[in-house]
């Protein structure tokens, strides 16, 4: 079993749609990560949160620790946002992360 | 850019021969992170760094992997004796403070072995 879920696992919008993908983990954590990841590899860390939400462009992460669930959420969705969308957390014990499958994200112009 | 280079990017080997790979991470950055990703899936632990010291490895990590950071700056990861089974994508990441700061992560190195 994974610690970390994501879905859904692909995604296909169209230009200026409004996107979520959600994120549900099953330990304890004392911080949640949305990393994007375009063809090739490269991975950004777009948001790091440890309770409540964040705002960065279109852009938005929120998180409910009691239910152990995020979201990111992407207003104005264009191409470019075109990318894989993994969550990532840190438990409370130990050091390494715990990383979700990805959701791919497709954004039809 | 994030600051983490990694080199090669690409790598293409026969099964059976050794391959290194390296890490530059953000120079003050003291925790390195090495993980795995195969296709389709998320990234997978391998390991982590405190300055020069080793301090986890993943059961993933196999005696045929190595890796090494010596003087508490760039890392190096050998696999020796490499298997089809090893092709994927090898990242790498540095943070100040894992409970804390951000892990900003580099490229990667793809692997295949033949």
């Known amino acids: 079993k994974n610690e970390v879920e994501q879905s859904p696992q692909n995604l296909t919008a169209q230009e200026g749609e409004f996107i979520t993908i959600n994120c549900s983990y099953s330990?304890?954590?004392?911080?949640l990560h949305w990393l994007q990841q375009h063809p090739g590899g490269g991975i950004v860390s777009l948001f790091m949160?440890?309770?409540g939400k964040k705002k960065h462009g279109r852009l938005i992460a929120t998180i409910n620790i009691q239910e152990k669930h995020s979201s990111l959420h992407i207003t104005a969705s264009h191409p470019r946002d075109s990318a894989v969308y993994i969550c990532?957390?840190?438990?409370?014990?130990?050091?390494?992360?715990?990383f979700g499958t990805g959701t791919s994200l497709t954004v039809i112009p | 850019d994030t600051g983490v280079s990694q080199d090669p990017r690409h790598k293409i080997t026969k099964r059976g021969q050794n391959v290194t790979f390296r890490c530059d991470p953000i120079s003050e950055h003291n925790r390195l992170y090495w993980y795995r990703q195969t296709l389709g899936q998320g990234p997978e632990f391998l390991t982590y760094f405190q300055n020069e010291a080793q301090l986890e490895k993943s059961r993933l990590l196999s005696d045929r992997f190595s890796a090494e950071r010596p003087k508490g700056s760039f890392s190096t990861l050998e696999i020796q004796r490499t298997e089809q089974g090893d092709s994927a994508m090898y990242l790498c990441?540095?943070?100040?403070?894992?409970?804390?700061?951000?892990?900003?992560f580099g490229a990667g190195t793809r692997l295949s072995v033949l």
């Open positions: 330990v304890g954590i004392s911080a």
């Open positions: 949160l440890s309770s």
């Open positions: 990532a957390v840190h438990p409370n014990t130990g050091n390494q992360f715990y």
């Open positions: 990441a540095s943070s100040l403070d894992v409970g804390g700061n951000i892990q900003y």
